[in-house]
Each structure stands twice: as structure tokens, then as C-alpha cells.
């Protein structure tokens, strides 16, 4: 016996949203995706490793100098980042200044001393306290940190004169040999 | 006697021309724990993330709120204090960033998932009512549609010529 049925075959006449308006949304979800990508990627790099060639920057001192690119050229660079609340800051304070005055009549040796999140009045006078010669100007910003994805203070950068860099300290220096240690190799016979 | 009088009239000025620089001085005061803390809340320091700069305890932050009562005491409004703060440490101390560049998917996005999520409802709303047939015509008396009664008949008329067969 055939079976018959009463159910029709009722299709419900949904309209497809059109193919413009799927492709609008698939691409907003990847490029949804590749932001947050990005953005986790950016998260979890490190500081910038030894070997690769640092971001360029130029600090504009707190006395109006503009130290760029030229004036690193073809020096070994010492970068520090400090700041005046920062305790472990004070303790490398005058072994920097004192491996600066050693260095600097070499010509060939920059140190660059930059201010992270810090009050102008605040650096000055810790500037004045340690006597520190070499130039410190403010990050402003935060752009010159943000570029070498710092993680604190104090954190130290020292680049070749082959402008690649040679050697990341992530704490205090504890001494002057130690800050000598670090430059020395660099400067060649 | 003429001398003493220019005297006179000297030091009531000089002492006329202090009460006015103190009354101005008073008129200025210093700006107090809550118009700094005002201001505070809307900044977020880089070094202790996640905590307004109203309540948080360290050092760095303590002199940023120095440096708002600071600029307050100088006379600049809100905005420019605020511009300030992003002029020197990055937009990323405010508590909402600046609606430009990819800060625009904070504002936007809401909105898009808001108007996505009304259309998906909308659409969800009409599948429901399709589930009833979509044809006009009135149901019958028995409560079945013109199709459906077709399809009943259809049925009665076989099931009764199976039985005279049978």
C-alpha cells in the first residue's frame, strides 16, 4: 500500500542574505582576527635581541639638544633608561656617569640617558644630584620605551658602531667594570 | 609736618599694595585632594597598570598627581592637563583613548555588534512566523488548510477504494 502523507513539503522562503553582505562580514572577522593577532604578537616579543639592528630614535634633551641618528652614527651607543623613583636607578647612577667621563674624551662613545615616565622637575633634580654629564632627555610619548618594548626600569642598551646591538641589561649595573666589560669589546683595537 | 604726611600717605599705600597682592594670592588657592583626584581618576600611569592614578600608591604616580595640582594651581583646565599628560607619556594614560586610528574599534565595535545583533534577531523573528504556511487562504472548518484538506481527500478516497477491493 502506498504511503501517502499529509505533510506538505512546505520550505520556508527565507531570503539568503546577499553574497555582498557576507563577504562584508567575512572580511570584518578577519580583519578582527588580524588585529588581535597583531596586537598578541606585539605582547609577547621580548625586548629588542642582541644582534638585531635597534629601533632609531631622536631624543630632544632637557636642555633643547636634539640627539639623532647623525650623532649615534659609527659610536658605540650606551641607551639607559631611568627614572628619578626609581631606586635601582640611583645605585648605577654614578658608575654610569663615572664610565662616561672615562669614556668620553674617545670620542667614539655616546652614552644617552632617557627619562621613563617621569616629571621634568623630578628628573632634573636627580640629575643635579648624581652630577650626570651625558645627555638625558624625556621620553616623550613613551615612544622611544615603546620601541624597544622595555619592561621597567632600569634597562640598559648598548649598540655597536655598526649601529647593530651587543648587549641588553635588564637591571642595574653593579659596577664600573661591569659597564666596561659590556663597552670594551666593542671599541675595537 | 608736610614730610611726615607724604610718609604717611607712602606707607598706606605700600600697605594697601600688599593686602591686594595677598588677596590675590588668597583668591588662587591651592587646589585641593579632590579637583587633583578628579583629574586623577581619568589617568592610568604606565608603571602600575590597570590602577587609576587616584589610588594608586607609588612614588611615580604620587608626583604625577603633584604635577596635575601643580597645573591646576597655574590656571589650565582639564583638557589641557589631560593633553598634557598624552603630550608627554603616550595617549595610552588615559582611561579611554582618543577616538582615532584603530581606537576606533572601541567605539565602533559595540555599535556594529549592536546592529548585527538586531538584524539577527530580526531575521531569527521572521523564520519563526514562516513556520506558518505563508498561504493567504483561510482554513477550512476543519482547521487544515486547502492543501491539507486535498491531501486528506485524496487519502479518504483511496481508503475507500481499498476497502471495497478488499
Redesign the interface.
Known sequence: ??E???E?A?K???KVIPRWGRMIAWV?LLG?LV?VAMVLLRNQQGPVAVGQKPPSFTLTTFDGKQIGPAEMAGKVILVNFW???CKPCEQEAPDLESAWEYYQPRGDVLFIGIAW???ES?SLAYIERFKITYPNG?D????IS?AYRTT?VPETYIIDKQGKLAYVKLSPFTSLAEIKTAIDPLLGP | MRKSIFVIAFSLGFILLLAGVASAQQSQPTPSDDQVNAIAKQLYCPVCENTPLDVCPTTACARWRDLIRQQLAAGKTEQEIKDYFVKQYGARVLGTPPPEGINLLVYLGPLVAVVIGIYVLYRVYRSWNKTVPESNAPPSSSGLTPEQDAAQDEYIHRLEDEVRKG
Not at chain 1, 616623550?140 to 615612544?143: E, I, K, N, Q, R
Request: glycine content about 12%.
Open positions: 500500500m502506498e501517502i502523507t499529509t506538505q512546505q520556508p522562503s527565507q570584518g578582527l588585529v627614572a628619578s623613583w615616565t617621569d616629571t623630578a624625556p616623550l610619548g613613551t615612544t615603546q621597567g
